[in-house]
C-alpha cells in the first residue's frame, strides 16, 4: 500500500516541476506559491519514500538470508539487524500516515477569534475576560501576533464580546480547535456566599478570509456609519468614524469602531465580514463532513459544550476526547499546548482511519 502512494508521489514530482519551469505559471504569483509549497511537501514525502524501501529491501535481504544460507555467523548478523529494521519500518509507516493525512487548506491562515459571554451574567463576561488573556499569553508564547478588533466590556469586568486578529505561522491551525462552548465553574467574586456557579462563553475560531476567498456584492451590503461610543477622546465621539455593515442576504452585521478613522474601520469590517461569510460556507461543509466522520473534534458545531474550567477541582476536562487535566492554573495563564496537541492526535487518527491504509 505504501508502495502504492510513494509511486504516485514521485509521478507528481515530475508533473510538479514540469509546471514550476513553466513561464506562464512562473509569472502566476500565486499559482506559483502553491506549487512551490506542493514540491517541498513532496520532496520531504519522497524522501521518506525512499528511506521505506531501502529498508524493505534490507529486510528482504536478511530474511532471505535466514531462509536460504547455511552459514550460522551470517545468519546471526542477519538475525541481530531485522528486529532495528522492524522497527524503523514501523516508524516510517507512521511518518508516511501522517503525511498521507490532507492538509486543510485554511491551516496556513491567520484567524479571527471571537469570544462572547454567555449564560451567566456578570461572570460569564468576567470568564470571557479569563479565556481572553489565557489565549493572549498563549498566543504570546507561540510568538503569535494578537491584535484586537472591537470589544464590549462587561459592567463589572471582563467582556461581553471580544474579536480579535492571530497572525503568525500556521496561525488557524493552532486555534481550530478552541470553537465551541467553554464552561466555568467556580465561586464569582459576586457571590456573597461562597456557593459555586457555573457560567459559560462562546469561542468562535475562523480562518481569516481572503479577498479571493469570498467575492461580495456589493449590492447586498447595506454601509452605517455614526458616533464612536466609549474611550478614545472627544473625536471619537464626534466624528462618525464608526461603520456598521449589514449582509442583507445573510443578516449578517458587523459593526467596527476601533480606529478613529472611517476608513480603516470600513477596511476592517469588511474583513471580518468576508470571513464570517466564508466561515458560514466551511461550516456547512464541517457539518456534512462530520455527518460521515462523527467527529467531534472538527464539528464545526459551536453551540456544542467542548470544555469545562473546574476552579474548586483545578481541573480542565475536553469532552470531545474525555480527556482531563489537573493544571488549570497553568492553563489559564496560556499553557495550552498539551490540550492542543492531543485534541491534534486525536483529529489525525481519524482522517488516518478514513485513508483505510493498511
Given amino acids: 500500500m505504501y508502495l502504492e ?60 538470508i535466514l531462509n536460504e544460507e547455511d552459514d550460522e555467523e551470517l545468519r546471526e548478523m542477519a538475525k541481530q539487524e531485522i528486529e532495528p529494521l522492524e522497527a524503523n519500518k514501523t516508524q516510517l509507516e507512521e511518518d508516511l500516515k501522517l503525511l498521507l493525512i490532507p492538509e486543510d487548506p485554511n491551516d496556513s491562515k491567520s484567524a479571527i477569534l471571537e469570544i462572547r459571554a454567555g449564560t451567566g451574567g456578570d461572570e460569564a463576561s468576567i470568564f470571557a475576560g479569563d479565556l481572553f488573556r489565557m489565549y493572549q499569553r498563549f498566543c504570546e508564547k507561540k510568538g503569535l501576533k494578537l491584535e484586537v478588533n472591537e470589544l464590549n466590556e462587561g459592567s463589572m469586568g471582563g467582556y461581553k464580546e471580544i474579536i480579535a486578529t492571530i497572525s503568525g505561522e500556521d496561525a488557524f491551525a493552532i486555534f481550530k480547535f478552541e470553537s465551541g ?12 456566599q461562597g456557593r459555586i456557579h ?62 478613529r478613522s ?69 492553563i489559564m495563564e496560556g499553557d495550552l499546548e498539551e490540550l492542543i496537541e492531543r485534541l491534534r492526535i486525536a483529529e489525525n487518527a481519524g482522517k488516518i482511519a478514513e485513508l483505510e491504509i493498511v
Fill in 181 to 192: 462552548v467553554h464552561r466555568v465553574q467556580r465561586v464569582p467574586a459576586t457571590e456573597s
Fill in 262 to 330: 472611517q476608513l480603516k474601520n470600513k477596511d476592517k469590517a469588511f474583513q471580518i465580514l468576508r470571513t464570517r461569510l466564508y466561515d458560514l460556507e466551511l461550516s456547512k461543509v464541517k457539518s456534512e463532513e462530520a455527518a460521515l466522520r462523527k467527529s467531534l473534534v472538527s464539528s464545526g458545531d459551536r453551540s456544542a459544550k467542548i470544555r469545562t474550567y473546574n476552579y474548586p477541582q483545578n481541573r480542565v476536562t475536553d469532552h470531545r476526547i474525555d480527556l482531563t487535566l489537573y493544571n488549570l492554573s497553568n
Fill in 5 to 64: 502512494f510513494i509511486r504516485q508521489k514521485e509521478e507528481r514530482m515530475e508533473d510538479v516541476q514540469r509546471m514550476l519551469m513553466d513561464p506562464e505559471i512562473m509569472t502566476d504569483i500565486k499559482r506559483y506559491a502553491q506549487l512551490n509549497k506542493e514540491y517541498r511537501f513532496l520532496e520531504n514525502f519522497i524522501e521518506k519514500g525512499s528511506a521505506y524501501k531501502h529498508t524493505l529491501s534490507n529486510l528482504e535481504n536478511c530474511k532471505s
Fill in 198 to 259: 457555573t457560567s459559560a462563553a462562546t469561542v468562535a475560531i475562523m480562518p481569516e478570509a481572503d479577498e479571493f476567498d469570498v467575492v461580495l456584492n456589493m449590492n447586498d451590503v447595506r454601509i452605517d456609519t455614526f458616533c464612536s461610543s466609549g474611550a478614545g477622546g472627544q473625536s471619537v465621539n464626534t466624528t462618525y468614524s464608526a461603520v456598521r455593515l449589514t449582509h442583507i442576504p445573510t443578516g449578517l452585521v458587523v459593526s467596527m469602531q476601533d480606529e
